[in-house]
DNA sequence: ATACGGTGCGCC
DNA sequence: AAATGGCGCACCGTAT
């Protein structure tokens, strides 16, 4: 039922990077989006790469690579600087992106910095190592927008060979860097992880534009109601202004701003109307203030409403109209490597242009409103729309990460962990409800220590309760505090040069080091493995994958391949990560994983009489 | 006019 | 002197 799994899967193993038999890349195209090869309108200019036959080029465009796939389907694997891009592109030239491993020296650069933020681009990267620079004056046209199409080509195609042969050396040098170090099979992983992403950012999302449309006029008509109340009270200010909403909350309406302990008011940084810092405006704030006259009232009420309306119009519900009347209901963004510190993906909207706004818009695809998921639905007439996600996955990283056997009891008995939150802060003195208790489970989890005392009180629990976990992050610290960086079990690397212990003992970078290990290992290896090995497995299915959220992925699929959906997912997301864990980086992962499952006809949505499916699996290792 | 930093707010 | 982490986008105000 699976699809089978390229060689590279069944036995994962990063000294495929040793291998000498590799192609090296580097396009030119037309330059509309930057080029990306997602839009119809682009096409190659110039294929140029380097081989153990020596280095070639071709003009002739997508349609005419033969040459050139054939190079890719002789070597053990790919090399090039934002491989996501140039697989995008041989895909259109015919290639199997999902038949070799490809290394891409931007992600693998990534990997070498770890939370360190250094530029990425090629450009930066070999000055960094040294290596000297693409040709300035081609880089120069191009960034001005000069198209490729109408540079002469004999300055193309020096440029074209010059990249190729400057990100050989970029990979040489990489890979000598990472020898001595288990950086390599982190880099096999995020590189495996390329193909699918390519894929995906291709298939875009779909609106129910029956559901955009009710949900556009009601909130339209939400939005009119609350700002014609707001003026009544406001008198003709923008309530999306943080300055004139700080002159009226803190002058007419006689609010009282918050301080801290010395009693000096808590504010946003200095503006020229505000020299001693912003008044803060923000709903947390406010709704902290604890409005006193019917008027305060009503005015903070009103204006925690226009925000969240006026964020739902503004960020979704008037572009997914103008997607469903103008673009079939499709929306599209990209998923990418090399952003954020912990090596989670990050996704940003692509901007499509809009004749009803005469303007572009994008929206991301990791922010979505949960209210909204169901707008969302599978573009195929009676196809079914599935989300997986890792059940708890944080917290059982940090249990294997902290070789914590209360947690390992916990998942394997379905404690109830949001309840103990529930019961020891009102045990402590402030009853509370289970929801209300969710926001604070796991927060000591990354460090959180400050809030009421019945708050404290349970951290102070969590922290007894969890205490090998608790030793282990403290151990991080300690690490940290030394040597000011931190190797994690599965060989990635984490710098902080600023770390410093203060003389109470507390680390000044603390936050940071509790979470960064779990967020990274939960969420930038063990969902884009899982990830990795269900697209490989549903590649001969009609199912598309269409989105991943950092803990969950959705796919598009008929109603006879829901079975082979959840399968597939309870196969990757558990089995195929502990296998991989196992042999990529001898982690023997040792806490069940989970797979939570809600299938239906929009995103997020059940079927009626029927529930989520929530599935634990044991590890192989008892 | 355009660029940029700050703020607020959505998600995990 | 600070005491949960990580993002991207729309909007505002300010600088250029």
């Not at 990306?36 to 070639?56: C, E, F, I, M, Y």
């Not at 982190?186 to 992880?193: F, G, M, S």
């Not at 003389?503 to 603390?510: A, E, F, Y």
Request: with cysteine; net charge negative; proline share 5%.
């Amino acid at each position: 039922m699976f699809s089978q799994l390229p060689e590279f899967l069944v036995n994962p193993n990063p000294d495929i990077y040793r291998s000498s038999n590799y192609v090296v890349l580097d396009f030119e195209c037309t330059n509309l989006e930057h080029g990306s090869p997602l839009n119809k309108d682009n096409r190659l200019v110039l294929t140029a790469w380097r081989d153990r036959n020596g280095q070639h080029y071709n003009w002739k465009g997508e349609l005419d690579q033969s040459e050139l796939v054939a190079a890719c389907n002789a070597s053990d694997f790919i090399v090039s600087h934002n491989a996501k891009f140039e697989l995008q592109w041989l895909e259109r030239c015919g290639y199997d992106i999902g038949s070799r491993p490809v290394y891409c020296t931007l992600v693998a650069e990534w990997v070498l910095c770890g939370n360190i933020r250094k530029p990425l681009n090629l450009d930066d990267v070999l000055e960094r190592y040294g290596l000297g620079h693409k040709d300035p004056i081609v880089s120069r046209l191009i960034k001005s927008g000069v198209c490729p199409s109408d540079i002469p080509r004999s300055m193309l195609l020096r440029y074209g060979l010059t990249d190729v042969r400057l990100t050989e050396r970029l990979f040489d040098r990489q890979m000598g860097l990472m020898h001595g170090t288990r950086l390599l099979p982190v880099v096999y992983t995020r590189c495996i992880t390329i193909p699918p992403l390519a894929d995906i950012e291709k298939q875009g999302l779909h609106l129910d534009a029956a559901r955009v449309e009710l949900e556009y006029d009601r909130t339209v008509a939400a939005y009119a109601e609350v700002m014609e109340q707001l003026e009544g009270i406001s008198e003709g200010i923008n309530p999306q202004s943080p300055t004139q909403l700080a002159q009226l909350i803190y002058g007419r309406l006689g609010f009282e701003e918050k301080c801290d302990n010395k009693g000096v008011p808590i504010r946003n940084k200095p503006t020229k109307q505000f020299p001693k810092g912003l008044p803060k405006t923000d709903e947390a704030t406010l709704l902290s203030l604890g409005a006193k006259t019917d008027e305060q009232r009503r005015f903070i009420e009103l204006k925690k409403e226009q925000g969240k309306l006026s964020a739902a119009l503004n960020k979704n519900l008037s572009m997914f109209i103008g997607a469903c009347r103008e673009h079939d209901g499709m929306i599209y963004a990209e998923l990418n490597h090399g952003r954020t510190v912990t090596h989670r993906l990050s996704s940003a909207g692509r901007r499509t242009y809009y004749k009803m706004f005469d303007d572009y818009k994008g929206c991301q695809f990791q922010n979505l409103p949960r209210q909204y998921k169901p707008l969302f639905s599978p573009r195929h007439e009676g196809w079914l729309f599935g989300e997986a996600d890792g059940s708890q996955l944080e917290f059982r990283v940090a249990g294997h990460l902290g070789n914590d056997d209360v947690i390992r009891q916990e998942v394997r008995d379905g404690y109830d962990v949001h309840t103990f939150t529930q019961e020891v802060i009102s045990r402590a003195g402030k009853a509370i409800s289970r929801t209300d208790a969710k926001a604070h489970t796991f927060k000591p989890l990354y460090g959180g220590t400050s809030g009421t005392r019945a708050e404290k009180a349970y951290y102070a629990a969590f922290k007894d309760k969890y205490n090998a976990l608790t030793t282990t992050q403290d151990d991080w610290c300690f690490e940290v505090g030394a040597t000011k960086k931190l190797e994690t079990e599965w060989g990635m690397r984490f710098y902080f040069p600023e770390a410093e212990f203060s003389r109470d003992g507390w680390l000044n970078c603390k936050t940071n080091v509790y979470n960064i290990p779990v967020q990274s290992f939960a969420t930038a290896d063990i969902i884009p493995i899982g990830l990795t090995y269900f697209w490989h497995r549903t590649r001969d299915a009609e199912l598309m994958l269409v989105n991943t959220v950092h803990d969950s992925i959705e796919a598009e699929f008929p109603p006879h391949e829901r079975e082979l959906f959840e399968l597939t997912a309870v196969e990757a997301l558990t089995h195929d990560v502990y296998s991989y864990l196992d042999r990529v980086y001898n982690v023997q992962f040792s806490v069940p994983l989970g797979v939570g499952m809600v299938i239906g006809r929009h995103w997020g949505e059940l079927e009626q009489n029927e529930e989520e499916i929530k599935i634990n699996v044991e590890t192989p290792y008892g």
